[in-house]
Structures are given as structure tokens and as C-alpha cells.
């Protein structure tokens, strides 16, 4: 992976690995977020999902390709002025192909980095990548109202995420990943509605106060839009 390229996905390497769901029933607001979404059934019934983003960061200009067939295969691809990686993962490895042709495994870390790029996912399956999700009260974003809801990464670390009390979309999902330099929050921005669901065609993270990272997505294609991976995935 090429110094720019470590760099600009440095934090999003940590960001809401693939945990436990909690036993309880899950807060009114995230019912209400996920409706707003397009619905629990819908939600669940995506089968493959391909976005792919301009970003900018501490470094520079990038961009950014994932696409991910679910339940648990995922392409990630990112790529700036000095280079490009490109990544596959599955439930049983993840590897990359090296210039010469040769594949090189990699290790069980390396498929939470490329999952933590997943971010629509990220909100449609929050009660399947975080747990102990619990109702904090009420805030506010941009002087919109919000519902707070509490809840766990994987690790067991912090995580909250402030969703509208005017259309129940989230306004910001909000980290505290170790190592990073202060909580890491993603803003979203820009909702569309694509093949029945809604998603965000932008989004800010910022981590403390002096990173800043933004990707405005270019295309978001759910369904059979990976189908041409498929045979990688496989190899």
C-alpha cells in the first residue's frame, strides 16, 4: 500500500468492524432510521452493493471504489497520484494481486480495514455491526433536533449516532477508535433515493481537531452491479 494511499485510509481503517448485534430491543430511533432508510425487509433484501467516491484528505485528492456482495464479500479499491490498492476479501481470506500476477495473502486485519469502508452498510446493518445500542436523549446538529442513541463497536469501544428528529435520518455517526487522534465523526450529507432506499451521496469525517476527510460519491449502484467480480471473488 503506497504512503498516500496509508495515510488518507489511516482512520477509516478503524471504523465499525463487523460485531455482535445486542440481545435488547433496539431503541424507537433507530426503528424509525432504518424505516426511514427503506425499511427493515428492504434493507435486508440488498444483495450487492457498488459506490464509488472522490475524496480528499490530510494528503491530497483520492478515490475511492467498494463494492461488496453480501453477506460477506467485498472489492476495495483506492487509488491517488502515487499509486493504487486494490484488495478482495471473503469470510475466509483476503488477498491482493501483486504487479507480477502473484496473489498475496493478507491477514484477518486487513479484511476490517476494507469493511470499515463499507459506510452505507454501516447504517443499514447498525444493529449487526455494533451492540448495546441504547437511547441517550435528545441533541441537536446544525441546528436540527436529534435523537441520541448510544451504542459499542466491536472492540467494546464508545459510539453514538444523532439521528433527525425531523425526517429520522442520521445526521452523524460518532467513533472513538484507538489510536485515533480525538472521537472521529462522520457527517451525512446529500440523501438520494436509488432502487427504493435512501443513501447519502456525501459525507465529512473528521478526526479531533485538525483531520478532515470528505467523499462525495459518484456512483452508488445496489444490486448485480458486481457481478462481474464475482469470478475473482472465487479465485
Known amino acids: 500500500m ?26 424507537a430511533a433507530i426503528d424509525a432510521m432504518l424505516s426511514a432508510l427503506g425499511g427493515r425487509e428492504e434493507l435486508s433484501g440488498l444483495r450487492s452493493l457498488a459506490v464509488e467516491a472522490h475524496c480528499t484528505g490530510p494528503q491530497g485528492e483520492f478515490r475511492t471504489t467498494v463494492e461488496s456482495l ?12 502515487e499509486g493504487e490498492t486494490v ?5 475466509d481470506r483476503t488477498w491482493r494481486r501483486k504487479a507480477d500476477g502473484a496473489i498475496e495473502e493478507l491477514s484477518p486485519d486487513v479484511r476490517y480495514f476494507v ?12 444493529e449487526d455491526r455494533f ?14 433536533p436529534c435523537r441520541l442513541v448510544t451504542m459499542e463497536d466491536e472492540s467494546g469501544a464508545p459510539a453514538s449516532i444523532c439521528i433527525s428528529s425531523l425526517n429520522d435520518l442520521p445526521l452523524y455517526l460518532e467513533l472513538n477508535p484507538q489510536g485515533a487522534e480525538g472521537p472521529v465523526r462522520v457527517m451525512f450529507e446529500d440523501w438520494r433515493e436509488v432502487g427504493g432506499l435512501r443513501y447519502f451521496f456525501a459525507f465529512t469525517l473528521t478526526e479531533g481537531p485538525g483531520r478532515r476527510f470528505t467523499y462525495d460519491y459518484e ?14 471473488w472465487s479465485e
Open 115 to 126: 469493511r470499515s469502508h463499507e459506510f452505507h452498510l454501516l447504517l443499514f446493518q447498525i
Open 219 to 232: 456512483r452508488i449502484e445496489p444490486d448485480g452491479a458486481t457481478a462481474g467480480r464475482e469470478a475473482a
Open 70 to 81: 453480501l453477506p460477506d464479500s467485498t472489492y476495495f479499491a483506492q487509488s491517488s497520484a
Open 2 to 27: 503506497n504512503s498516500r494511499t496509508r495515510m488518507a485510509s489511516l482512520l477509516l481503517t478503524l471504523l465499525a468492524l463487523p460485531g455482535a448485534a445486542a440481545a435488547s430491543e433496539p431503541p
Open 87 to 91: 484488495i478482495w476479501s471473503t469470510a
Open 131 to 144: 451492540a448495546n445500542h441504547e437511547a441517550a436523549g435528545v441533541g441537536e446538529w446544525n441546528d436540527e
